[in-house]
């Protein structure tokens, strides 16, 4: 068994490439069900963020098996693999551990060290794990990342001075607008990022705040806390010129707002200028639309430079927090490693309990008989004590013979002698 992480992100590939790789709440059953027929296969949890999408596998360890996950996911979206192989990445074992460890702290993202993405992996776990049952390993992986990254957080300031990608969207808009008080700005989508930009714009008391999400009940719920109205996204070619900002992240596959629609918006507004900070992966927005005068786009690749003037504070964090990765995914390994040695344990006391009882047997047999206890006993201690030392014995002896010093030294110290 082998452990495996697969995948692709900001770093790597480009938002035109993400998108398309992407792994949609309304594809993902499908998606795994088709990942698991592979026949090398054992068990995996398929994570696919706006930033990232990575597939953490157990897998019977093959010759190609690196191609042949390749090719199943650029088969699955239907990509070719020049286009996707230069941007992959692809770790093992303890590489594995470590890099699902650094992802699930924070310490691999956009953002160094936001908080969402504990969230969204532990999401991805219980998503993946609902239609199979995980391998030991890969459980027991994804259950001590989730208490690694609990550990980063408390043991270190990586989550201090918040920095995210929502935060990165207001500050943009602070940077163009000179006041938030006097503008209006549009939500699309009611997920945890737009939660998080919602409750970063009411602090800055925005003018007005309105939610547009495919299901009115969800968005209501964010809207009473944030004192905003809620709109269906079938209404935002009506509502879109109020809009002085738009910033829009949903799981939609499909653009929401389109060329046509802000140039309706632009021509009403009589082109006031229109700031669109789309966060989603796929694209919210259409890319044409940065085109348009008066209407400037930004996505997540663009909040990059903003981002970057955040980090000082959490670069010696940063390091504290590989420390303990190291650490902890160390200790991971050395308990995986155990394992192997698990059966064999089994085996070897299962057989010396056979040997057990097997003498036992005869003894109290030749008891029952009359025979002397004392001689018994005596006979019992000797007969038990030559089987279970044959087999070391003859390993002994057969090191000794080979002058293999190395395999008697092992040997001495399994059988603890000095």
């Not at 792994?23 to 998606?31: D, I, K, R, S, V």
């Not at 924070?106 to 969204?120: A, F, K």
């Not at 786009?297 to 663009?302: A, E, K, R, T």
């Not at 964090?317 to 420390?323: D, F, K, N, T």
Request: aromatic share 4%; hydrophobic share 40%; charged share 25%.
């Amino acid at each position: 068994m082998t452990l495996l992480a697969l995948g692709i992100n900001h770093k790597t590939a480009p938002i035109a490439l993400r998108e398309r790789v992407s792994f949609g709440p309304e594809t993902l059953e499908q998606a795994l069900n088709s990942l698991l027929s592979q026949p090398m296969v054992q068990s995996g949890v398929v994570l696919s963020t706006c930033n990232r999408t990575e597939l953490y596998l157990s897998v019977e360890q093959q010759a190609d098996l690196q191609a042949r996950l390749v090719r199943w996911l650029c088969d699955y979206h239907q990509l070719d693999e020049e286009d996707v192989r230069n941007s992959l990445y692809w770790h093992q074992d303890n590489e594995a551990v470590s890099h699902l460890m650094r992802v699930a702290s924070g310490l691999d993202s956009l953002v160094l060290g936001e908080p969402q993405i504990l969230g969204q992996v532990k999401k991805a776990f219980a998503d993946s794990s609902r239609g199979q049952s995980l391998s030991s390993e890969l459980e027991r992986m994804f259950q001590k990342t989730f208490s690694v990254a609990k550990r980063v957080r408390t043991e270190t300031d990586i989550g201090a001075n918040a920095v995210s990608v929502a935060f990165a969207a207001c500050t943009l808009a602070r940077q163009i607008f000179e006041s938030l008080s006097s503008v209006n700005v549009l939500l699309v989508g009611a997920g945890e990022t737009i939660e998080l930009v919602a409750r970063h714009l009411r602090e800055h008391q925005v003018k007005k705040l309105i939610i547009a999400n495919r299901t009115r009940e969800r968005a209501e719920a964010l809207a009473t806390e944030v004192g905003a109205d809620v709109i269906s996204l079938a209404e935002i070619d009506a509502r879109l010129a109020e809009a002085d900002i738009i910033i829009s992240s949903t799981a939609s596959p499909l653009p929401i707002i389109g060329k046509g629609m802000m140039e309706r918006a632009l021509k009403a507004r009589r082109n006031k200028p229109m700031l669109l900070v789309d966060i989603a992966v796929p694209r919210d927005v259409e890319p044409e639309v940065g085109k348009l005068p008066n209407a400037y786009l930004y996505s997540v690749d663009d909040l990059q430079a903003i981002i970057e003037q955040n980090l000082a504070q959490r670069k010696a964090a940063a390091l504290q927090a590989e420390s303990i990765v190291v650490q902890e995914s160390g200790e991971f390994m050395a308990w995986l490693r155990s394992q192997g040695a698990v059966n064999t344990i089994r085996e070897y006391r299962s057989q010396a309990d056979e040997i057990r009882a097997e003498l036992e047997g005869r003894a109290l047999q030749a008891l029952q008989q009359g025979a002397d206890p004392q001689k018994v006993m005596q006979e019992l201690a000797h007969k038990l004590t030559n089987r279970l030392i044959h087999a070391p014995t003859k390993s002994l002896q057969q090191a000794a013979r080979d002058g293999d010093n190395e395999r008697l030294q092992i040997l001495r110290d399994s059988l603890g002698l000095e």
